[in-house]
């Protein structure tokens, strides 16, 4: 095993180190020993078990302990986990049923859709339904067919989701329709940009409509993304999301394990001409780091000179962390995106929308923000120019700055 991961600089809690040594399908003679190793300290496991349901890895969870050290979980510990997988899996398989007939829908009527992670995520990288949860049915649609689209959802019996529940929180996954099927479980999200806020990434590419493939479950045949893009898609969403969640470490952790013969050459081309190749390599660092998942040795080599990745890797997901104060929490993201920037000019260029957004992270920005000086001092020179340039220059020219300047990163 290279030196890159064999040292952890932030210690994980207890409860937290137990979880990811099981959050994962293959598990090694040593990692068992080591599980076992850990029932001789005292742990909390009401705390352990809502760690597992907040990180949605209960699956993974109960797969592992089930098998490792079924006579030492707590009897009660191991009875909600069983139950909790058994109701996952007959939902996910309702979903991928559900699944199967919207794309077969779709296909009738010539509108071309992805699905994107759920039912095809659990099959692709786990090799198995019942081992990842999903709660909705995620549709890669290009932006031109949203229209189409919508009226083949309307056809099988779903409508807008402010129809069907006016209370519902905002979806915070950017420009998309989500809709409902009325007196059943199943939602759908057409989406075609996955954005946050400072942040935009477009998912309605050539790339991704030109290299899907085929994916098999149920015995029946849906598109899906190419491995690679699949894992560009995974690690700038987890990222997007400052890996909060350990469930989207794992999604890349088990896409790695179950493709070992990635086109790696198109992941770095595809990943620098998209703007996101330090998000995807943030991914691999957090995935290889926490769960072990195997990269080649020239992935590795990279990872061990982007020292800046290799430091903020530590930070999370903060919600592990056994003081979290340490760590990089999604309410900082804007200062995460800044510090995973491709390039200088991508980095301040971001900074300078930020100053002009007046977004907290300038005046106030997290202990870990290597910048945090030069941005205040950036703000504090930019946002009274911003100020003047509002009061003096016409619409048409503020407009033209703020086309260059854009919204999202």
Request: charged share 25%; net charge neutral; aromatic share 10%.
């Amino acid at each position: 095993m290279s030196e890159y991961s064999c040292t952890r600089k932030i210690p994980l809690g207890s409860e937290a180190e137990l979880l990811v040594w099981c959050a994962r399908t293959g598990v090694t003679q040593g990692l068992v020993t080591r599980i076992r190793q850990k029932f001789q300290e005292a742990l909390d496991w009401a705390s352990f078990l809502q760690m597992a349901e907040y990180h949605g890895v209960e699956p993974l969870i109960y797969a592992t302990l089930s098998k490792c050290a079924p006579d030492l979980v707590p009897i009660e510990a191991l009875i909600r986990l069983r139950q909790k997988v058994q109701v996952g899996a007959v939902l996910n398989r309702s979903l991928a049923q559900e699944l199967i007939k919207l794309c077969d829908g779709f296909a009738l009527r010539g509108v071309p859709i992805i699905p994107i992670k759920g039912a095809t995520l659990a099959t692709v990288a786990y090799g198995d339904l019942s081992l990842r949860d999903f709660t909705d049915l995620d549709l890669l649609v290009p932006e031109s067919s949203v229209g189409e689209a919508q009226a083949v959802l309307t056809t099988f019996g779903y409508e807008p989701r402010d129809v069907v529940d006016e209370q519902s929180d905002e979806h915070d996954d950017g420009p998309h329709q989500v809709f409902v099927k009325r007196r059943s479980l199943c939602r759908v999200d057409l989406q075609w940009v996955m954005a946050h806020q400072h942040f935009a990434f477009r998912l309605d590419r050539p790339e991704f409509w030109a290299r899907r493939v085929s994916v098999t479950f149920e015995n029946r045949t849906v598109p899906g993304l190419a491995p690679e893009d699949l894992l560009i898609v995974l690690c700038v969403h987890g990222s997007k999301h400052a890996w909060e969640q350990l469930k989207w470490v794992c999604d890349v952790a088990e896409l790695l394990r179950s493709h070992p013969n990635l086109d790696w050459s198109a992941i770095m081309s595809s990943s620098s001409a998209w703007g996101c190749q330090r998000l995807v390599m943030m991914g691999l660092s957090i995935a290889h780091r926490l769960l072990n998942a195997p990269l080649p040795a020239e992935v590795l080599a990279r990872l061990e000179r982007e020292v800046a990745i290799d430091i903020l890797s530590h930070r999370m997901p903060a919600t592990l962390l056994d003081d979290g104060r340490e760590g990089v929490w999604e309410e900082q993201s804007a200062a995460l995106y800044f510090s995973l920037k491709d390039s200088w000019w991508a980095r301040w260029r971001f900074g300078l929308q930020l100053c002009r957004l007046q977004s907290p992270v300038t005046m106030n920005p997290p202990i870990w923000f290597r910048w945090r000086k030069s941005l205040f001092r950036f703000a504090r020179l930019i946002q009274p120019m911003h100020r003047t340039m509002k009061r003096f220059l016409s619409p048409g020219i503020r407009g033209a700055i703020n086309r260059w300047v854009p919204h999202s990163a």
